[in-house]
């Protein structure tokens, strides 16, 4: 019986490596990002779920993505019979010697916060929440018009209070067991003048796996700022827009100074979707949009509320939509449940939803979309319609 593995990243490379070892013969990868375009990685083929059952139907998926309960769900629809998380496949530390892409200690965090992930998803007691993406600022050093977090929309773009800021963390991870991952976005963060204060402070908390801080690549923070930050619990994610980012190599040099670990991201091409128009959708449209959309998991926290992406969040905030109560959690309502209640709102908002209305808005974000030229710059901020 032949492998499958289910995703490129770090975690993939991992099983590939295990899979060599232990004799097992990998068939093929899968990534419906990547696939159709001819791509190949580590010496297999890129294919679609599809394409690889067409081929290899009797053979075990192994999920090598944390959000394995999405996967396996639409896996098990178009014929899967066999699958493996990443608990069951790495039980032993040997993955921490294993050849990665990525620096070393980036590609051995991300398959340990996997691994735990995938143990932790039948365990009634704990919640495991793999990442949050926090926003700190609406205001950013570029203005891209197809910005997918919608800041090219603020007029008016103001910081978040630090006090709120860590105020909210705080009521989630009173009923969280482990955040895996805290990514700190904006717009740009390094521009909010409390940037420091907000992730040192935000450092302390043992429940945070690990911090990581996306930028443009425009802004060096202060010498000192740098410093403070220098934790083997925080990274970088630097985007590279080419000439636009023009900091990149002096933001690398002084992190590598310190040791921060980092990863720089040039970007080729965005998905288109970035308008916020109703579409009048019926269920089972934004249903099938949902599945399909590769941002569905990327649980945002803006001004006390969860949602789960940074469209929903940012079309929100801007009033562009209304949404409905049960698109977003309120981290206060959790304060007054008791505890279990608690958890069980924030499981079932995080991992077992099907749809939402907000998606109504959403041009959507399919895997493997046609993409357009990313970081085209706005003069002003673009016009939209508030909703009634
Ligand atoms: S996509 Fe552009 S506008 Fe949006 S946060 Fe990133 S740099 Fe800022
Ligand atoms: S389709 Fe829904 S989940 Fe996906 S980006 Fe749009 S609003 Fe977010």
Known sequence: ????????????????????????????????????????????????????????????????????????????????????LAHEILTDDGYREYAYTKQRLLAVQEVEECVQFHRGMNDPQRLIVRSVDLVITERCSLRCRDCSN?????????????????????????????????RIIGGEPLMHPAFRLIVTELLKRERI??????????????????????????????????????????????????????????????NDCASIVRHGRSLADLTALFDACCAKNLTTLLHGRLYRCPFMANATNLKAIRSASEDSVKL?????????????????????????????????????????????QAAHPLPYVEAP
């Open 150 to 182: 919608l800041m090219q929309y603020y007029r008016s773009p103001m910081n978040l209070r630090p006090t709120e800021l860590i105020r909210d963390v705080d009521r989630l991870l009173s009923h969280v067991d482990l955040l895996s991952e805290l």
């Open 1 to 84: 019986m032949k492998d499958i593995i289910f995703g490129c990243g770090s975690v993939g490379e991992a099983f590939f490596w295990n899979a060599a070892e232990s004799g097992r013969s990998v068939a093929c990868f899968c990534d419906d990002r990547l696939a159709g375009k001819g791509n190949r990685f580590l010496g297999r083929d890129i294919l679609t779920a599809g394409e690889a059952l067409a081929l290899y139907p009797d053979a075990v998926f192994l999920i090598a993505i944390p959000h394995a309960v999405h996967i396996v769900k639409s896996l098990v629809r178009q014929g899967a019979k066999h699958w493996r």
């Open 209 to 270: 796996g690990r911090i990581v801080i996306f930028t443009n690549g425009t802004i060096v923070p202060e010498e000192s700022a740098l410093d403070a930050l220098a934790n083997e619990k925080t990274t970088f994610m630097i985007t590279d827009y080419g000439s636009l980012s023009g900091n990149v190599v002096k933001l690398e040099e002084q992190l590598s100074a310190r040791g921060i670990s980092y990863f720089t991201n040039p970007i080729e091409e965005w």
């Open 332 to 376: 206060l309502d959790l304060v007054e449940m008791p505890h279990g209640t608690a958890k069980e709102t924030l499981r079932d908002f995080l991992y077992r939803r099907d749809c939402f209305a907000a998606c109504d808005a959403c041009a959507g974000r399919p895997y493997g979309a046609k993409g357009i030229p990313p970081a085209i």
